[in-house]
């Protein structure tokens, strides 16, 4: 009687799938080179820079930087397709620092807005006197 493929060894636990170089959860490609991991870009740096800046002592869960780094994707993705729409109103194809700041004060609310515009000024004159 053929033996099967959970043996007496590993009584009770779960195996896990197992690539070509058995190794689990490693994709590899037919001639034995390991799959290259794909980066996930997002902006969990910055938030908890931010964070410190203005709460030096406290923390952030792993699922609260997640929500975090969603509600700033979803802004970005906002500012970026109202700055689009304005500058092909234009007959522009260049989006500038005057399209961003005509789509903040756009999408944000009243008072945000004004903060908002009046940080992004400040950033880029100081970007602008570094060069």
């Given at each position: 009687?053929?033996?099967?493929?959970?043996?007496?060894?590993?009584?009770?636990?779960?195996?896990?799938?197992?690539?070509?170089?058995?190794?689990?959860?490693?994709?590899?490609?037919?001639?034995?080179?390991?799959?290259?991991?794909?980066?996930?870009?997002?902006?969990?740096?910055?938030?908890?820079?931010?964070?410190?800046?203005?709460h030096?002592?406290?923390?952030?869960?792993?699922?609260?930087?997640d929500?975090?780094?969603?509600?700033?994707?979803?802004?970005?993705?906002?500012?970026?397709?109202?700055?689009?729409k304005?500058?092909?109103?234009?007959?522009?194809?260049?989006i500038?620092?005057?399209?961003?700041?005509?789509?903040?004060?756009?999408?944000?609310?009243?008072?945000?807005?004004?903060?908002?515009?009046?940080?992004?000024?400040?950033?880029?004159?100081?970007?602008?006197?570094?060069?």
């Amino acid at each position: 009687m053929a033996k099967s493929p959970t043996s007496s060894k590993s009584k009770g636990k779960k195996m896990g799938k197992l690539g070509s170089s058995g190794k689990a959860g490693r994709g590899t490609h037919g001639d034995g080179n390991k799959r290259k991991k794909r980066r996930r870009e997002s902006f969990n740096t910055y938030i908890y820079k931010v964070l410190k800046q203005v709460h030096p002592d406290v923390g952030i869960s792993s699922r609260a930087m997640d929500i975090m780094n969603s509600f700033v994707n979803d802004i970005f993705e906002r500012l970026a397709s109202e700055a689009s729409k304005l500058a092909s109103y234009n007959k522009r194809s260049t989006i500038t620092s005057r399209e961003i700041q005509t789509s903040v004060r756009l999408l944000l609310p009243g008072e945000l807005a004004k903060h908002a515009v009046s940080e992004g000024t400040k950033a880029v004159t100081k970007y602008t006197s570094t060069k």
